[in-house]
């Protein structure tokens, strides 16, 4: 069953009626709003094209229900399955770019207090190891020995680390911000960047798979294959021209016209 992207706007910002204050209703008005026999009149939704009952204004702000080049049409169709499944991988890289900022800050202040923080730190995990019941000594990676290890990177290192960490979180920022206003450069630069990642991801997997890294790789692998395919990146698929013939296809009063019932049957003459 497809999934229809009007009816999940519809459930987040309600139905777009027009109409609803107007005093009248025409015959060439049944695109829009109609009038049974009973006097009930019915809205046409510009989004799912759902028709809503609702009542006659009691006190109408216009005369008749407005015309096509007084509408402003929501996004439907494929524009706005575009804005949900870009925005989704925009809400995802704005969870990277708080994961990372926060991991770069801490390199950095790491890197800036560690000969303050040393004999402290060492105490403290081996008396968490020792109350957990694990080996504080020799003879494994024990968290003691990682702290360690941690401790003897060179500042340098550290710092360069802390640098490229909160670029990265930039970059994704960046990413993020583009796709939520539907940029084509945003597209570009997310399936760049998400593809140069897939090697690291597909090697670390490969020395020591967990749920969350199959998990990234995943969908990773689903936002390069999302935008390359559907979104026609690098001329596939016809490219840009095909995907701008398609926008405006799903887009306006055409769309609207195309969707809506057979004027000629249900107006008399």
């Known amino acids: ?58 006190e109408p702000a216009r005369d008749t229900v407005p015309g096509p080049d007084e509408v402003e049409v929501p996004l439907r169709g494929r524009p706005l399955r575009d804005r949900f499944v870009l925005r989704l991988i925009a809400l995802d890289r704005a969870v990277h770019v708080v994961g990372l900022a926060l991991l770069g800050t801490a390199v950095l202040l790491f890197a800036a207090y560690r000969e303050a923080w040393g004999e402290t730190a060492g105490q403290i995990v081996g008396v968490l190891q020792g109350a957990l019941g694990g080996p504080v000594g020799h003879g494994g990676p024990t968290l003691l020995v990682e702290v360690e290890r941690a401790f003897a990177v060179p500042s340098a290192t550290l ?61 990773n692998l689903a936002v390069v294959a999302y935008l390359l395919v559907a979104k026609r990146l690098f001329g596939l698929r016809g490219g840009g021209r095909a995907e701008d013939a398609e926008r405006a296809h799903d887009t306006g009063w055409p769309a609207v016209e195309r969707a809506g019932p057979d004027l000629h049957r249900l107006t008399p003459g």
């Open 159 to 219: 710092y360069w680390l802390a640098v490229a960490l909160l670029a990265y979180a930039v970059l994704e920022a960046v990413e993020a911000v583009g796709l939520w206003y539907a940029r084509r450069w945003a597209e570009y630069l997310t399936f760049v960047a998400t593809t140069v990642l897939l090697v690291p991801e597909v090697w670390e997997i490969s020395h020591g798979p967990t749920p969350t890294k199959i998990v990234a790789l995943v969908v």
């Open 1 to 58: 069953m497809r999934l229809r992207y009007e009816l999940l706007g519809c459930a987040l910002h309600g139905h777009a009626l027009v109409g609803t204050d107007a005093a009248t209703v025409r015959a060439r008005d049944a695109l829009l709003v109609r009038e049974d026999d009973a006097g009930q009149r019915w809205y046409r939704c510009l989004r799912c094209d759902a028709w809503e009952p609702g009542p006659t204004p009691a």
